[in-house]
């Protein structure tokens, strides 16, 4: 079929030939819109004929030359495409990956190489570069290229669509997935295995359920619909979206202090040249549609005195009381995360729109400082709860949540977060040297931490 669309290309002058092309690429295109891969490949090869070295064509007949199989007829197209097109990232990629099948790995390692020059967000040339990395020797740059691949394709939604892809394809990104769940399982067994030994394995038996989800195990699912974390689920935990007050008795110190704690925060409020925007992330970011109102906003912002993990010292030192005060509680303490503690100020009219935290192992509390008449509430998986001054409100950020400040005031808590209390001792230790171990390996191989990735 190929053969007899050549002669019949060739049978034309060449410039009716190169006036073809267009009619020929818009049968191309309607061709594959019906799945006639049989005559697709005719009329690319009448296409690649008419304009010699076409890059669409070319990059079409080779990949369906390596698709049969036919590595060299695959290599020869990309070949015919580069001569016309020396720089197209598709073709490069192309000729790299006939290469690799013919087992020309110098050749195929400096094609890949050139189509991510040419092309750095090309994921297929990536996820076939770890693969040949890993078969050259090279298994730490293969792990590092392939966390980036994969990395970048899940926050493309990529992967959502794997399933349609080729086999070959499919290979290569499962390939890649493996590989970094086994290299990421050593991390945590190693981080995890004193623990182990001290605590015995049932003590950790929902910890490891839990992180099982990051080393393609299954991963246990919560039961409320309106509950998804979107880093990491502890199973067994109860279903409580709210958590009574009383649970809490070390917060009755706090409540007391709300007056001094106040009088501190309205100093701030005078000139605010420290508050942040709470939510700052790139505009291409995958949440940032959800946040489009508050990013980088005023609208919502922050006073911390302690983020992801770190002391503000001066903020801390500016308001003595309030320091004071945080450091009278069992806060969260979890290297690069935790404590989180500042003064959130939600402006008028500000809505914070429905959203989940990261874990559900956490729980976070608001000690109302500033609340204008007619304010608002916050709603936690539906039920919405209006703060009080000097009242905390303790809930669970893993379930849907949402605020609003419907005043022409500004509204102010002071918020932090604490252990959920129905981890034990033990799972506290085990959930924070886990996430250490998973932030650690992610950025030694060049990707993000999965907690603030996800947040």
Request: a negative charge; aromatic letters at 6%; proline letters at 8%.
């Amino acid at each position: 079929m190929i053969g007899r669309a050549f002669r019949w290309a060739a049978a034309m002058p060449e410039s009716v030939r190169a006036a073809a092309v267009p009619a020929l690429l818009a049968q191309l295109r309607a061709a594959l819109a019906r799945g006639d891969a049989g005559d697709a490949e005719r009329l690319a090869a009448a296409v690649a004929d008419a304009d010699p070295g076409h890059e669409a064509a070319s990059a079409y007949l080779s990949t369906q030359a390596r698709l049969r199989g036919d590595a060299s007829t695959a290599l020869m197209h990309a070949e015919q495409g580069l001569r016309a097109h020396p720089t197209s990232a598709l073709l490069l990629f192309n000729r790299g990956a006939a290469q690799f099948d013919r087992d020309d790995l110098t050749d195929a390692m400096a094609s890949l190489q050139a189509a991510l020059c040419a092309q750095p967000d090309f994921l297929l040339a990536r996820f076939w570069l770890g693969s040949l990395q890993q078969q050259s020797g090279q298994a730490e740059a293969s792990l590092h290229t392939r966390m980036h691949a994969l990395t970048d394709a899940e926050r493309q939604g990529f992967l959502l669509g794997a399933a349609q892809l080729p086999a070959e394809a499919r290979q290569h990104i499962d390939a890649a997935i493996a590989a970094v769940h086994q290299a990421r399982a050593r991390a945590l067994t190693a981080a995890l295995q004193p623990l182990r030994e001290r605590h015995g394995d049932a003590a950790l038996q929902r910890v490891m359920q839990a992180l099982g989800r990051h080393v393609g195990h299954p991963a246990p699912r919560p039961s409320n619909p309106l509950q998804e974390p979107s880093f990491l689920f502890l199973p067994g935990l109860p279903d409580r979206p709210w958590w009574p007050r009383d649970d809490f008795p070390f917060l009755a110190a706090l409540e007391a202090a709300t007056d001094a704690i106040r009088a501190e925060l309205m100093d701030v409020l005078v000139d605010e040249e420290e508050l942040v925007p709470y939510i700052d992330m790139p505009d291409a970011a995958p949440a940032a549609a959800t946040w489009r109102a508050l990013n980088r906003s005023p609208r919502w912002s922050g006073y911390h005195f302690y983020r992801d993990g770190t002391r503000v010292d001066a903020h801390c030192q500016r308001c003595p009381r309030t320091a004071a005060a945080l450091e009278g509680l069992p806060l969260l303490r979890l290297p690069g995360h935790g404590p989180e503690a500042m003064f959130s100020v939600l402006r008028p009219g500000a809505h914070i729109p429905p959203h989940t935290g990261v874990i559900n192992g956490r729980l976070t509390v608001h000690l109302p400082l500033v609340v204008p008449p007619d304010c608002g509430a916050l709603a936690v998986a539906g039920q919405a709860r209006p703060w009080q001054e000097g009242h905390c409100l303790v809930f669970d950020d893993s379930y849907v949540h949402e605020a609003w400040n419907r005043s022409a005031q500004t509204r102010v808590v002071l918020l932090f977060d604490v252990w959920n209390p129905a981890l034990t001792p033990a799972e506290r230790d085990a959930l924070s040297a886990g996430i250490v171990a998973l932030g650690a390996f992610n950025r030694e191989h060049g990707a993000g931490d999965p907690m603030h990735a996800t947040a």
